[in-house]
């Protein structure tokens, strides 16, 4: 059997904010069948993670492409591989089913030809809907749960404040602390979202950072007695105002730089005297640097979620044509929670 397989390629390197110009929908004729013993998978794409890490990927050049194998630079007209869940159509490795569902690193495209070596694991949906697993219990929930109990080491009671927080990472985060008995504040960029964190998510507090003139003073009205740990995802001019306002020992996990992406000159320069005396630690990391904990986190997130204690917040578009908006839409601050482009029905 024969399909058209309809996928996304870059058309040039980007350097800066993506535009729908940098990118193409192509088609190719693939034939479902493999070669037995080929060890080669092929599958059905049902729902895709878009993460804003891959710009870094798609430019080029970035000290990133050369830290790990999956941030490599992707060059135009390549493939773009993805976190996602899908489902084997044919397989020559005997450990994939046809009609098997898996998750794993899957295409921008309605198929994907999957080699040997490639990270692809059976799904047990476990009873949460597919699109969980793309996030929620997926590669953004690990970096949720590793950067916050692994990096930050957090304590009952301690004052933690996170932002871009209400997306894919930070909404996780801030659930996380407060199970454990934190006082939590999250910034974001919307009265939706500000309104989200308080009421659905239950941050102890929240604002919009674009209504502020002053990130400093803003964050010393919501943490009179200081910061313990900063949960860092845009980088940029709120790094330096937490740094400002860290307590001493203060923890800073860096999971993301958002805000210098794709505008060099918003690179943060935090005061260092205060890194010193303060003896602040600031930290960056990778999701895949917690994979030791990874049943940890599903075990107490799965638990977490069936008791109503967490919430999933998610931000769904439908078809492979709109993966580029869906992308560019991050760097807007369009999403709210988890971004998944959904490819084909279940």
Avoid at 317 to 339: C, H, W
Wanted: charged content about 20%.
């Amino acid at each position: 059997m024969e399909v058209t397989n309809r996928y996304i390629t870059t058309k040039t390197h980007i350097d800066g904010a993506p535009k729908e110009s940098h990118f193409e929908l192509k088609t190719e004729a693939l034939a479902l069948s493999v070669e037995p013993g080929s060890n080669v998978v092929i599958v059905k794409n049902l729902y895709v993670s878009i993460d804003p890490f891959q710009i870094n990927r798609m430019k080029s050049q970035s000290s990133s492409q050369k830290s790990i194998s999956f941030a490599v630079g992707i060059a135009p007209g390549e493939v773009i591989d993805t976190y996602g869940v899908a489902k084997v159509v044919a397989s020559g490795n005997p450990n994939f089913e046809k009609d098997d569902l898996v998750v794993g690193l899957i295409t921008w495209g309605e198929y994907s030809v999957l080699k040997e070596g490639t990270i692809l694991n059976k799904l047990d949906p476990m009873g949460f809907p597919l699109t969980y697993h793309v996030g929620i219990l997926g590669l953004s929930g690990l970096a949720a749960y590793g950067g916050f109990f692994e990096v930050c080491k957090p304590k009952k009671g301690e004052k933690v404040f996170v932002s871009a927080a209400s997306g894919s990472v930070g909404s996780m985060v801030g659930q996380y602390a407060k199970q454990l008995g934190c006082y939590v504040v999250g910034c974001a960029g919307t009265k939706q979202k500000v309104e989200l964190l308080k009421e659905k998510l239950g941050f102890d507090d929240a604002f919009n950072y674009k209504e502020e003139t002053d990130l400093q003073s803003a964050l010393k009205r919501y943490f009179p007695d200081g910061i313990d740990i900063y949960f860092d995802n845009v980088g940029g001019e709120m790094l330096e105002a937490a740094v400002d306002n860290m307590n001493t020992s203060g923890r800073i996990a860096v999971c993301g730089v958002i805000a210098e992406y794709t505008d060099a000159g918003k690179r943060a320069a935090p005061d260092m005297l205060n890194v010193v005396y303060k003896r602040i630690r600031i930290q960056g990391y990778l999701a895949t640097d917690y994979l030791n904990v990874y049943a940890d986190f599903i075990s107490t997130t799965s638990d977490h979620l069936r008791t109503g204690n967490m919430q999933a917040p998610e931000d769904i578009t439908s078809g492979v044509e709109n993966i580029p908006s869906a992308f560019i839409g991050l760097f807007r601050g369009d999403n709210i929670g988890k971004k998944v482009v959904k490819l084909a029905d279940e």
